[in-house]
């Protein structure tokens, strides 16, 4: 009994020091997948920041007017007869108009038994 | 016997057994208890490390949020010394990749270091050349660099930074403590090979990036002004060039431009006379554009009117041991035409009404003895004597704007007194700072620094500047679209030996448009322009050009609409 005990508890600590072995191996895997992954990440994020700075670069409007005016492409600013104003759109999107003429779906409990009759439906034509 | 003497051998081997292992056992026990904290410290030193975080310097923005200054990662290549066999072999080839002197590169190899700079933020194509290599104790880090991606839009306003990204001019220098953050701290664990663990990460504390700047200025409007003021100095082979263009009643500066300038991505290729801001670090004689303080101090106290009239004496008049001269000559000019056609004679004339006292208390009124307070750094105020210090003399000089001096942004301010209702606000470059999630941390507010002329006298500069537009030496800052206002100013420079040059001037117009609700207030000043030196013919034509086109994008943009 006492050496059926003896080795139960041999057993059991070694087995405790396998899982916490393991354990620590895998935390170190997973470090170096972290690593790998930020290292991606950080490539990634680089190209973005590189991308927008070309755009911005591109975009300059020094550069825009010297490509013009290197193919004789006299571009100036519209004159006062030439911009017109509009006013804002007053009414809001789509949802508040919707909302305020109260014809918006609302919650219908009986609505589950819809699929038991045809209902009219306007389908927009194919051209 | 037999199994006596194997017993005895039994005995004996059990017995070097057991002493060796209890040998190890008391080795591991002094090693691993007796000793555990010394081995504990060396081993923490080996594989915990402190990473300094860098911080993101702050990104500055025009008006409109479009980008003027980033930070992207640029490659830097470092080398281990201590790892190199071969120094001369490896001087040679990174000297000849970085466009190095070969001296150079050997005496950095020659230090016995871990870590030896070679050259710090490299262009991408020497950092692949470099990987691609794969030499022997090279190796490439990450560094952030600032980019301009307009190059060298605005380049004095900006200003530069150094290799540590520490501000050195203009706004990058003003505002560092904002732009610059603050460093982060990670404390974590490293194998053999130093790489991160970031499974065993004790503290990470993260890095404050830099907050952001949006500026007043306008790209669009710093183009326009700077195309105009390129093609001028160009034109006349000017030495320098000055423009500000200001929003009169807020003080915001659209667009402040310099030539010559340089290309803000390459600091060190620029010559050296780009580097100064003079739209705020040269002072000179303003000339005639400083007839506007005399004529407003003389309506304002209402010594004169419109019709007030002054003999010119047919352009040359002797004062004393003096011979007062008109670049042409007049007879009788009313107070009006005096100003429209910048009469020297006909200014200093009606000066002497107001006299001493009231034109200092007006020249100090419209700021020309104190800096404005523009947010950018090396501003300078000018040398104007107090009036303690004038001469017998002084009155003779000073209403037609010798004997005083001024900067660009100050006649620029001045301009800005008449087009907006009579107050000298304070200039501003930088309206907001921003963090790095885009939320406003502070505000720069409108200053309006004092009261200098009342509405009434501000109607009448600004119906008398309308004239010298119209009618006077201003012809050329004349637009079709849009009334505009202002003074021309032709100033002799002084030869080192104390004499008014005669070959040296600045030419300057300084104005605001439209006259009915200045939306804009322009100085445009040239420094030696050459054949042609008038500022009616090499300054005024610049206003014209700028504002004419700033206008009509403002009108586009839901700003100032069109008479």
Redesign the interface.
Known sequence: MGLFRSIAVIAVVTLTGLVYVHQQVE??K???S??TK?KKL?VLL?HK??L??NI??L????RL?KILMSKNIDV?????HN?V?IAKATAGNAEDHLRSSGIDRRFNPLGIVDFLSPRAEAQARER | MHSGTFRTRLIAVFLFFFVSLLFLALRLFYLQVIRHHFYYKLASEQHTVSVEVPPTRGTIFDRSM??LA?N??SNSVFVNAREVKDKKALARTLAKILELKESYVMQRLARDKAFVWIKRKITPQEAETIKKLKLEGVAII?ESKR?Y?????ASHVIGTVDIDNVGLEGLELYYNKYLKGESGWLISTQ?AKR??????QYEFIPPKNGFSLVLSID??IQ?IA??ELRKMYEKYNAKGASIVVMDPKTGDVLALANFPNFDLNEPGKRPPDSIRNRAINDFFEPGSIFKIVAASGLLEEKLVTFSTKFDCENGQWKVGRRILHDHRPHGILTFKEVIELSSNIGTVKAASLLGAARMFKYLEAFGFREKTGIDLPGEVAGVNRPLSGWSKVSMYAIPMGHEVTSTAIQLACAIAVIADNGYLVRPRVVKAVLDDKGQVIKEVPVSVRRKVLSPQTVFKMRSILMGVVKSGTGKKAGME?YTAGGKTGTAQKVDPGGTYSHNRFVGSFIGFAPVENPVLAVAVCVDEPHTVYYGGDVAAPVFKKVVD?SL??L??Q?GY???
């Open positions: 935390l170190v997973l470090s170096y972290i690593e930020e950080k680089d920041e590189r927008n700075y911005d670069n975009e300059a409007p020094a007017e100036g600013f519209p004159g006062k911009v104003k | 479009r980008v980033v992207l990662n990450k980019f991606p307009d190059r060298s839009l194998d790489k991160l663990l970031e499974s065993y790209e669009v183009n700077e195309r679209d086109d009509k994008y009108n586009t839901g609409a069109a008479k």
